[in-house]
């Protein structure tokens, strides 16, 4: 199981969906980036991995890791490090608003 998928992959790095030739290392970005959400889930006392349906924020959070793992092997470093940036951002957003909805319910 997986957050997101290769047709959430695919426009980040600008590959059409029909385009198959990546798949199979796209499938492996995807899973590492899985794993790397859940890591820093964890740290911040997240139960994972999270139920479905999962919030979008965690779908582009991993998304965007996989696309800077594809992209690590092609691509200027800038434009990776941008892509990390991108998926750090969507998980801060996520831990942030659950952790403040957490203390409402409280």
């Known amino acids: 199981m997986t ?3 290769k047709s959430n992959v695919k426009p980040i ?3 059409e969906i029909s ?3 990546y798949d199979t290392e796209l499938d492996n ?3 590492a980036a899985y794993a790397w959400v859940n890591k820093i889930l ?3 006392g997240f139960s994972v991995p999270l139920s479905a349906p999962v919030d979008d924020t965690i779908v582009y959070a991993e998304a965007y890791k996989a696309a800077s793992i594809f992209r690590r092997r092609r691509a ?3 434009e990776v490090d941008a892509l990390v940036e991108q998926a750090k951002d969507f998980l801060a957003v996520y831990i942030e608003a659950e952790k403040e909805a957490t ?3 409280v």
Do not use: D, G, N
């Open 42 to 44: 964890r740290k911040h």
């Open 3 to 5: 957050y997101s998928t």
């Open 13 to 15: 790095l600008e590959v």
């Open 76 to 78: 200027p470093p800038a």
């Open 103 to 105: 203390l409402k319910r």
């Open 19 to 21: 385009e198959t030739t």
């Open 29 to 31: 970005c995807i899973k």
